[in-house]
């Protein structure tokens, strides 16, 4: 028996030998890290101009400027990408101005001394000390070539991804603030203090017995003159946001040397309900728009409405 078991074993191996030897070679398998470029090639030249568009997006406003809860899309410019880079600074009105309210535009091609981005690269203390941009280190200023390519766009045109240079937009009025005042102009009654629970977005007060007192309001424009503004008028009304039975009131333009161009509105109190809350709009063309401008909107804040409102006292 033992030796018919192991002739049968020997009658395998043997089959198994031969077909091992009929086998054909296998070709070894491909290795995908042959391929891999390890430096040996010339690399190809970068050929974006830092001091466009793009190479500024790039280099500076995604890697510096667009960092979380910065101008990531949290405030503007929105330098997420290079469209609403560009969208969001040229001849995009600007919403944080200097003391002196120099600025219209964020970046005005051709002038830098116009453009509020190079001013506030530029300048260590533009409304605060040591708030030039970018606030990540703060009184820091960015590397020299960084501000020359931002210059050189600027004074180029600013020109977008296709090399264009965008033209003015005629944008509508914007009315600034308000400040009230006594006939004497010696208190002004829009302070926080003279507030409804002393915060600056309630309605001011008006003393008894007062017969008028003064609104002024700053009003710019990007292309007319403040005193060529048309319209100017100010409308009382008890609602907060329908004003089809308001008191119309119109203003006057004042301009005193060395001072900020206002329109002023006389306000009489005669006719007005001691302890009611009077709502203030605003209205302002300045001759280029079918529509006036209206400030405050009914879709503005509430707090705005509320901040343009006064209260009689008894």
């Not at 031969?18 to 391929?35: G, I, Q, R």
């Not at 007319?224 to 409308?235: A, C, I, Q, R, S």
């Not at 280029?288 to 343009?308: C, D, G, L, R």
Request: charged share 20%.
């Amino acid at each position: 028996m033992k030796k018919q078991i192991l002739l049968v074993l020997s009658l395998f191996l043997a089959g198994t030998l031969v077909l091992d030897s009929c086998k054909k070679d296998e070709p070894e398998p491909v290795n995908p890290y042959d391929s891999i470029n390890y430096g040996d090639d010339t690399p190809e030249p970068d050929t974006v101009d830092p001091a466009s568009l793009v190479g500024l997006h790039r280099n500076l406003f995604l890697t510096k400027c667009a960092l979380p809860g910065c101008h990531d899309g949290v405030f503007e410019p929105d330098f997420r990408t290079v469209q609403s880079s560009y969208s969001t600074m040229v001849f995009a009105p600007v919403k944080k101005n200097n003391a002196s309210n120099s600025f219209t535009y964020r970046v005005v091609p051709g002038d830098t001394a116009m453009s509020v981005l190079y001013e506030r690269i530029t300048n260590c203390c533009f409304v605060n000390e040591d708030d030039r941009m970018p606030q990540d280190n703060i009184g820091t200023a960015l590397p020299a070539s960084d501000i020359q390519h931002v210059g050189q766009w600027i004074m180029n045109g600013a020109k977008n991804v296709d090399g264009q240079v965008s033209t003015r937009p005629d944008l509508e009025p914007v009315v600034q603030y308000y400040f009230a005042a006594n006939s004497t102009f010696d208190v002004e009654l829009s302070a926080e203090s003279n507030r409804v629970d002393s915060l600056i977005y309630n309605p001011f007060y008006v003393p008894s017995g007062t017969s008028s007192f003064y609104i002024a309001v700053p009003v710019l424009d990007d292309i007319t003159p403040t005193g060529d503004l048309l319209v100017n008028k100010l409308y009382l009304s008890t609602e907060e946001d329908d004003f089809s039975s308001a008191i119309m009131l119109t203003a006057i333009f004042f301009n005193i040397p060395g001072q900020e161009p206002i329109w002023l509105v006389t306000v009489p109190t005669t006719g007005l309900t001691a302890g009611i809350q009077y709502y203030m709009r605003y209205y302002v063309n300045d001759g280029n728009h079918a529509q006036n401008t209206e400030f405050p909107e009914t879709t503005s804040n509430p707090f705005y409405k509320s901040y343009w409102s006064f209260i009689l006292q008894p």
